[in-house]
């Protein structure tokens, strides 16, 4: 595929003498690069992976299955998948709509709405729970009111979807709004000057071109969502089989010394993360060009 | 606004300032408004009590530190995987965004268990350790080398924040650096070398400044997403004040000690520099996409 | 597309259900909330399920107790910002006495609603050291030895590292005479000798037992005989100084969240059965020491507990609570003084 054409490969296109091409560097730079490059990421990113499973498996892979059967976890584990499955798709639909209105449009004072958009990003994940605590919280102006009417947020699922919103917040429109800026708005022109309507042509135009950019903000805003620590342990409760996600419910067990069955459950998040990777990176291998513009975080 | 013809401008920009308000500004405008039930006085004296001021510099001192590794081994590392063919570079390439899909309290977790005094890569520097023991064993070397300690603690110290903080932050960097060599001309480069300057004169002349907004951009997002950062670094930071404590474990102290107001100060004070960070990192782009097209 | 739309649109509605309609469900059975703090996971895992069965052989009833742990003050703090407990069982008086001034969620008298200041279980501070005890450590003075590294919590953040403060602070009282310029002078010592600070009791004993850090923890004495259970007790002795504190775990009925739940009854049941014989020999078999010793169904358990010379957070040293939290632990308190940089 493209990378054939563009990567330089040491042993084809490097002539078999002590003669290096002006655009690449020695052999032995080269292979020094790559040393440092996988040490590093060695270090720094596959062994604690590695640790993972290692810590997953020490007890064998009876002990590890045993820890999904706990009924604790298993509620941790569906739990999360709700939160996600609400958190996601409002994040996706407001993505969508900041970055059509950002990539499509010039006018003032952008810069400082992308910022805003960013902002949660940046915000510590202790801080991000605890705005909602100072909203919601008993002694907030509307706990009171709240509490009049039997609605519960914090310390229940609402604010756990709402801090994992809060959380996850800019992945889909940070994803999108590179994407659809490199895109222009010609073929949405197009469209429109042949008579399609305005929700034609997003639906008919628009998508399909962002399509793969979109899934895999999706994907990684979904890995956020469900990973999320913080955030969560700030407006959760910590009751145990009701309000713990998957996260909370590792550190619980890690807490109790049953550290098998804490790395079992970070297994399971650890190989979503490798499957989104994955998927992310077949994406990439067969929609190479389309996605080439979307990896501005 | 500029006129433009395609349609939904209103519904778009109305449907996201909605949003964000709901969602986000509301809830810090909470903050704020918290925060502005201490009086001022008591703001600055926490503001600038030694604790609070030390959380802050370890903070953002050791945000700086990560960010500044990851530029050089980040630049590193798109390098090689953009330039290069060898086995395993696909993979490398995927593992690179897992700091953004795996939880943060597992990574704390796994890293604290690394680098403490018995794990996989603490026990190689601790006091006696294999490294120690090769090390000491090197007499042949001049100097006494062979005296200078190699004990060193990486997790429960400030390294061990460090460290947390270069995991959370490499994908920033290798992924805002990797498009742009991506997308480079080597007709720059070729030129550069047929008007005679060697390689590392092309590097530095050439490469380095084309890349230089989007490290800026790289740099600056790690480094605000570092200084937020909680869950990895709880596990691994020893927590100690005035030494290992980061300033969202002092505002969890603070909400531990029934002081909401206290807390609500230290996260004002965190929030407006991570949000005039961002602005700047945004307006620099802004200005690079004018200046350079696409960056 | 048209279906994209279609899922979009529902994923919307279902949110907006989610976020609108979570009022609380009042289900047939009766549940309770026991928001309390980290070290009585076991504790309380047993007490329940012979509580429920109690409930259900005297009232016919099915109760399912919910339980939530984490450190003390960050419990109290949630119980304030409305998390719904029907019970709180704290490791400080203080933490309660938080609630009832922050939030008047409990009534002021609690104290007097249960037997012994309405303290069913009390426990003390004692050291677990590496199997051997290879540092020699046998009183608190021993701590402050060169070399020595001590494991104990963040007592702004954890119940039981104050107590463990408190503890040290009562030791060097007695040595010094009552001088507090030496006590304070003590503690600054022991904490240099400190060198993680977790946020919880569960996090020292992590590092200090799993992680392999420092030579001794100032532990909870029920944490000190879990640690022998969980990580081995070849690995470790514990070794009891001749004088510690009596710490004093309370517990108190959420008045206003029980009247708003209707469990009032359930409430009172529950936490009287702390004090009734099986709940005593529950709590001594997790190493509580029982508060009602004589009820405790088997003697060998209340036998087994070392008599040492324990102070109260009462003694005329520390004033109760009230005095000891704002001059140890509040903002500026001695413990601040501790890691105050010389100038």
Known sequence: MYDEEVIYDSRRLVPPEEHTRPTTERPWVRRTLIGIAVVFMGLVLVLPLLLVFVEAFRKGAETYFAAFSDRNSQSAITLTLLVAAIAVPLNLVFGVAAAWCVAKYEFWGKSFLITLIDLPFSVSPVVSGMVYVLLFGAQSALGPILKANHIEIIFAVPGIVLATIFVTFPFIARELIPLMEDQGSVDEEAALSLGATGWQTFTRVTLPNIKWGLLYGVLLCNARAMGEFGAVSVVSGHIRGKTTTMPLDIEILYNEYNFTAAFAIASLLAMLALVTLVFKTILEFRFGDELAGTRRH | ?295 | MKKTARILALGGLVAALALTGAVTARAQDQTLLNVSYDPTRELYEQFNEAFAKHWKDTTGGNVTIEQSHGGSGKQAQAVIDGLGADVVTLALEGDINAIVTKSGLIDENWRAEFPNNSTPYTSTIVFLVRKGNPKAIADWGDLVKDGVEVITPNPKTSGGARWNYLAAWAYANKASGGDEAKDVDFIKQLYKHVPVLDTGARGSTVTFAQKELGDVLLAWENEAYLVLDEFGAENFDIVYPPSSIRAEPPVAIVDKNVEAHGTQALAKAYLEYLYSPEGQTIAARNHYRPSDPSVVTDPALVAAFPKIDLISIDDPLFGGWKTAQPKHFGDGGIFDQVYTPAQ
């Open chain 2, 1 to 295: 606004m500029k006129p433009s013809v395609i349609p939904g401008f209103g519904l778009t920009f109305g449907y996201t300032i909605l949003y964000l308000s709901l969602l986000v500004l509301i809830p810090i405008a909470g903050l704020f408004l918290k925060a502005a039930t201490t009086p001022w006085p008591q703001i600055v004296r926490i503001a600038t009590a030694p604790r609070t001021i030390n959380a802050l510099e370890i903070s953002f001192g050791s945000s700086l530190i990560a960010a500044l590794v990851n530029v050089l081994f980040g630049v590193i590392v798109a390098w090689v995987l953009v330039r290069y063919k060898f086995p395993g570079r696909r993979i490398l390439d995927a593992i690179v965004d897992l700091p953004f899909a795996l939880p943060t309290a597992v990574a704390g977790i796994a890293l604290s268990t690394l680098y403490a005094p018995k794990g996989w890569i603490g026990s190689l520097f601790s006091d006696k350790g294999p490294l120690w023991q090769w090390w000491h064993a090197q007499t042949w070397l001049p100097f006494g080398l062979e005296q200078f300690s190699l004990n060193f603690k990486i997790a429960y110290t400030p390294t061990g924040i460090v460290i947390a903080l270069i995991f959370v932050g490499l994908p920033f960097i290798v992924r805002t650096v990797q498009p742009v060599l991506e997308e480079f001309e080597q007709e720059l480069e070729e030129a550069a070398a047929t008007l005679g300057a060697n390689r590392w004169q092309t590097i530095a002349k050439v490469i380095l400044p084309r890349l230089t907004p989007a490290l800026l951009t790289g740099f600056a997002l790690a480094f605000a997403r570092a200084v937020g950062e909680y869950g990895s670094v709880i596990f691994i930071a020893g927590n100690l004040p005035n030494i290992s404590e980061i300033a969202p474990v002092l505002i969890v102290i603070k909400l531990e000690e029934f002081d909401q107001a206290g807390a609500a100060v230290i996260a004002g004070i965190m929030l407006i520099i991570s949000f005039a960070m961002l602005l700047v990192v945004n307006l620099i782009q802004a200005w690079a996409r004018r200046r350079f097209g696409n960056v």
